[in-house]
């Protein structure tokens, strides 16, 4: 009788759930694709991050764990990641989309599935607007392309108040940008010479778009793509006598512009929501990076802001998950999801950008920092504060 109900005892115990210990999050990442110049550095600020949080004792007394999907940067596959977060991986919450053409797929995912999903790198204006499990830790592109203008006006050392636009116009971020870039250049006092001019990513000769200008030099030109269609660009505008000083948003502020410049971008004048040497904490943040970026053979010449945020993220999620007193429990994984994303909204916590909110829209409102080269290296030239979360 008492072997009987021994193992009658032991038959449901082994029947229970087990209890997970680790929390699980997702990473949907451009580690490859168009995106990877920029994405190569995600991988290595999370885990950083999470190396950080373990060593302090986890989240809720458990460990956090990251489950890692490469969308390859497209569109189509951040449905797929945040699919397999969701239905196989049984994740709390996902770090990402990456690109905003991928947060667009991705965050439409996310709603049906009812997961929240933190983007580190989408800046097209709008992109979390009426999403209940959308969030960023990014700054739209439009607000800081309207700071550095700002910058422009008082110390940009450009009397000739004439531009350019350019971009690619088979990239959904280019197209995005270039929509709006010549209308904001001209309500601060810029003249177009041209229209925006786009061009295919792959094309070999640009010559025929830089000719456009009819040997206008405009006071600055403004590119909206990646860094390796800027050089590109530059190299066709130097080549035919313009002397503009080049000026950009958010998506080509790369730590190594420099080198993918090189004296062509001489003056080149961009915004980033992060600075490395605007305090200590940047400073520690910079030079973790830049020793584990080393020890897996990638060279950088320092962290991208999207390193920045993604570090951010995953300290984001870590708060969050203690507040609403996140277990992991398999059975509870549904209001669990749910308690991450209404705690998120009280979220006020120091980051290496600063102090991290979100408003209604789900949006962070992080700094301005407008960056300017000279002989090659990074230098600050202004900083704007940021707005206050709403």
């Not at 550095?41 to 956090?64: F, M, Q, R, S, Y």
């Not at 996310?110 to 992109?127: C, D, F, H, K, Y």
């Not at 000026?247 to 190594?256: E, N, R, S, T």
């Not at 020793?291 to 945020?309: F, I, L, T």
Request: proline fraction near 3%; charged fraction near 25%.
């Amino acid at each position: 009788m008492k072997m009987r109900f021994l193992l009658g005892y032991l038959a449901a115990a082994v029947a229970l759930p087990a209890m997970s210990q680790e929390l699980v999050l997702g990473l949907s990442h451009a580690k490859t694709g168009r995106y990877a110049g920029v994405g190569v550095g995600t991988e290595i600020a999370v885990d950083i991050a999470v190396a950080e949080i373990n060593a302090a004792g986890g989240i809720n007394g458990k460990k956090l764990r990251i489950e890692k999907f490469d969308t390859g940067g497209e569109g189509k596959n951040a449905q797929v990641a945040v699919q397999k977060f969701v239905e196989d991986t049984k994740a709390l919450g996902v770090i990402g989309p990456f690109s905003s053409q991928e947060a667009q797929v991705g965050f439409a995912a996310g709603e049906r599935l009812e997961i929240v999903q933190i983007s580190n790198s989408a800046t097209a204006p709008g992109l979390t607007k009426d999403r209940k499990w959308a969030f960023r830790v990014t700054e739209d592109e439009g607000k800081q392309f309207g700071r550095l203008l700002k910058t422009m006006a008082t110390k940009g050392g450009v009397t000739n108040k004439t531009a350019a636009v350019m971009y690619p116009s088979d990239e959904f971020v280019g197209k995005s940008l270039a929509s709006w870039m010549p209308n904001l250049l001209e309500a601060n006092g810029w003249k177009m010479v041209i229209p925006a001019e786009g061009f295919p990513t792959n094309a070999t000769d640009l010559s025929p778009h830089i000719t456009k200008l009819k040997g206008i030099s405009p006071g600055v030109f403004a590119f909206a793509g990646l860094p390796e269609g800027t050089a590109k660009v530059m190299k066709e505008l130097r080549r035919q006598g313009h002397t503009s000083t080049l000026i950009g948003g958010q998506i080509f502020a790369d730590p190594d512009i420099g080198k993918v410049l090189g004296a062509d971008g001489e003056g080149a004048t961009f915004v980033s929501w992060y600075w490395w040497d605007a305090n200590d904490r940047t400073r520690q943040f910079e030079k973790k990076f830049l020793e584990e970026a080393k020890k897996r053979g990638v060279n950088k010449s320092g962290a991208h802001h999207v390193d920045a945020s993604v570090y951010d993220i995953v300290y984001v999620y870590a708060d969050s998950m203690r507040r609403a007193n996140v277990t992991g429990d398999a059975a509870k994984i549904k209001a669990e999801r749910a308690a991450i994303r209404d705690n998120l909204m009280a979220t006020n916590i120091n980051g290496v950008n600063g102090k991290i909110c979100f408003s209604q829209d789900h949006d962070s409102e992080l700094p301005a920092y407008i960056i300017r080269l000279k002989n090659g290296q990074r230098t600050l030239l202004d900083s704007h504060a940021p707005d206050v979360c709403k």
